[in-house]
């Protein structure tokens, strides 16, 4: 079974959303805190984000949000989080979210969370890390991406191993098993071409 310490979050920065996403996120930082699970994330007070981050802490969770400067003021930066890393880029914080966790989850999120996602993908297709990649489809709002993925792998744009990168989820009930499931990650995973 893998270890699993901390756990990055991606979702979305919008508050206009359906109560349904928003209460997957509280439910999410709920069964992360008392998992004493530490949650990583983008480090804003909004949205999902805020939501996720907020539910971790009532409950009792170690949080640590990271956060380009330049992103702080217009996400309202979260300074009630155990730990917020304000750094220079985008890609810093990308980089420090991806160094500091043990597996990935997504939750309904917009462009953002898409591009993190992916990012996350891509990486591991690329076997610059073997972590899980866990998505949360919430009230079925991810059935277009998996949609998207099985496209590009039928029009022969990507090998079928790329729907193996990563693993729907049909509730966030589902995320901490789903992650005990979770093969060990390669200690040297090997770049390869797909
Ligand atoms: P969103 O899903 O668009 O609400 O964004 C979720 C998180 O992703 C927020 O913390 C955004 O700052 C971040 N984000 C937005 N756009 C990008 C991007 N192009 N690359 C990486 N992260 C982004």
Same mark, same amino acid.
């Given at each position: ?17 359906? &109560? ?34 907020? =539910? ?12 380009? =400067? ?18 220079? #880029? ?63 792998? &039928?029009?022969?744009?990507?090998? &079928? ?20 499931? #979770?093969?060990?990650? &390669? ?8």
């Amino acid at each position: 079974m893998v270890s699993i310490k901390r756990v990055c979050v991606y979702c979305g920065s919008s508050d206009r959303v359906d &109560a349904a996403y928003r209460d997957a996120a509280v439910r999410l930082g709920t069964l992360l805190a008392e998992a004493g699970i530490e949650l990583v994330y983008g480090g804003g007070r909004i949205g999902l984000m805020g939501l996720v981050a907020n =539910a971790a802490l009532a409950s009792g969770g170690r949080v640590t949000g990271i956060i380009p =400067a330049h992103l702080h003021d217009a996400e309202v930066g979260h300074h009630g989080v155990s730990q917020l890393m304000v750094v220079g #880029s985008m890609h810093e914080r990308k980089q420090r979210m991806f160094e500091m966790s043990d597996a990935f989850v997504s939750l309904p999120g917009g462009l953002g969370t898409l591009d993190e996602t992916f990012e996350m993908l891509t990486w591991k297709q690329l076997s610059l890390h073997d972590k899980p990649v866990i998505v949360v489809d919430v009230a079925g709002y991810w059935a277009p991406l998996q949609q998207l993925v099985e496209h590009v792998v &039928a029009k022969g744009f990507a090998g &079928a191993a790329s729907l193996g990168l990563y693993r729907i989820v049909p509730s966030v009930e589902d995320v901490l098993p789903a992650l005990a499931e #979770s093969r060990e990650p &390669a200690v040297s995973p090997q770049p390869r071409l797909v």
